[in-house]
């Protein structure tokens, strides 16, 4: 498999992002009413973060959100082009991530994911996360079915 490139996002970016993100998080369509983001959605993003983002040659395979703040940086919405999934980009791309976070003065990682997830839950935990405790999900009208989130985190050293 050839090797996955890393580079920082652009907000010309944003709609392959959301094309992305929401190709990815069709397991989700059970628990939550509509499309996990759009392209607004992460625009809005960037002013507070960024995306990184995994190539493969030159077709967009991954992307993830990072929100660093000292001492703790906050990740989400690892997205694998769902064709590529369980071939390790998750984790390498993880990996590029928690070193932007290591780079940005960040000790400690945080992220979250809905509880019925049971294969996210497995997947962070053998990258070394833990769980950190729970936290509702903030807007109960699109929820399908009860969840919640689990948190978890990590210390970067």
Known sequence: MPKLT????????????ARLVNQAFLAERLFIKGERTDTAGIRGLFAKGDFLLGFLDSALAACIYVE?????????LLSVDPAR???????????????HCRA?????????FINHRNE???FYTRLGYHESGTAPFPD????KMPFHFIQM???LA
């Open 85 to 99: 999934q369980h071939t390790g980009l998750g984790s390498e791309l993880m990996a590029a991530a928690e070193e």
């Open 6 to 17: 890393v580079r920082a996002a652009k907000v010309d970016d944003a709609e392959a992002i």
């Open 120 to 122: 996210l839950l497995r």
């Open 140 to 143: 109960t009208a699109l929820m």
């Open 153 to 155: 985190s990590k210390a």
């Open 104 to 112: 940005a003065g960040c000790a400690f990682v945080d992220l979250r």
């Open 68 to 76: 660093p703040h000292k001492p703790r940086a906050y990740l989400g």
